[in-house]
């Protein structure tokens, strides 16, 4: 049987549909499994041994179809459910099963403040898609392959930080899911560990801040690395800290502990950390459990919060309450309590 998967963004909802590739291709043995995402991620499933072929979305949507017509496809799993995925099932013509992404449910819950969303995190929303292939969850987390010539040298970062480093992840696609730059500061001169700063070439200016208090014990890596190589970094980590971003979904599928700072969006959406129950089974002896392995850190009192599914510019309220109200004390000592359970 030959799938299509489709799924063209962001780096966080591609590497949260890696369980559904990984399911197919291990549990159907006819499976041939393919993926449409667009070229700015090819990145991210470069190296994943589960899909037999990647195809990109560049310019135009129509000369992808056509491609893809020729490639006589069994069946489509269609994890974006917008109106480009509609023009690529109408083109192609073949039985598609659609994730079902809940716009009503979120829009009670952004603007009315009721809760109708299930209690079910997004990667078993999206394997419920290929439920009637029999295809069952293996709890095995999500997946993140990263090509041998893309691992990060010692020499590429501070001999510092050689023993081990905290890493934390400052951007966001929106400045309401950020945490504040003048949190960060205060967080990172207060750390004893080295602590190195993750993000796009758009957060270098914010990371220089944040290390200008002590160059030493903080790197900033912002733009300095690929996606590939900064999800090394990631995997390297003793820690990662992270506002609810892409990065954040490639420390869990490395098994790293995270604490996540949650602002204007909440993980009652679905896509708080995912570590799998097979993993937690496992280390069910021992401290790296799916419970012990991840914290979260949201004000719950507020009642503009959710304000959106995704994000804003700047505060719709003019406060920012939801990220200016973490305190950082606290935040510190659920660190060192991380770090400590983890060892």
Known sequence: MKFLIIRFSSIGDIVLTTPVARCL???????????????????????????????????????????????????????????????????????????????????????????RLPAAHIVDRYLQTVESFGVKNDGAGLDYFIPGNELVKESDIPASHHAGYIGIVIGAAYFTKRFPVH??????????????????PEDKIHGDEVASSDKVKIYNACGKFSLNESADLVRRAKLIISNDTG?????????RPVISLWGNTVPEFGMYPYYGENFARASASGPAT???????????????????????KKCPKGHFKCMEQIDVNELEQKIYEKINGWQ
């Open 25 to 115: 291709k291990k549990q159907i043995a006819t499976a041939e499994v393919h993926y449409l995402t667009k070229a700015a991620y090819k990145d991210i499933l470069a190296a994943n041994p589960y899909i037999d072929k990647t195809h990109l979305l560049e310019d135009s949507l129509d000369a992808v179809v056509e491609k893809l017509k020729k490639e006589d496809f069994d069946y489509v799993i269609d994890l974006h459910h917008n109106l480009r995925t509609l023009r690529v099932k109408r083109g192609l013509k073949k039985h598609a099963f659609s994730f079902n992404k809940l716009n009503i449910e979120k829009w009670l819950l952004t603007a009315l403040k009721i809760n």
């Open 183 to 200: 949190k960060l500061k205060a967080l990172c001169a207060s750390l004893r560990h080295p602590v190195i700063l993750l993000g796009g």
């Open 247 to 255: 990065l954040m979904h490639v420390a869990a599928a490395f098994k």
């Open 290 to 312: 799916n419970k012990s392995l991840f914290d979260m850190m949201e004000i719950k009192s507020l009642s503009c919060r959710p304000c959106s599914k995704i994000g804003y």
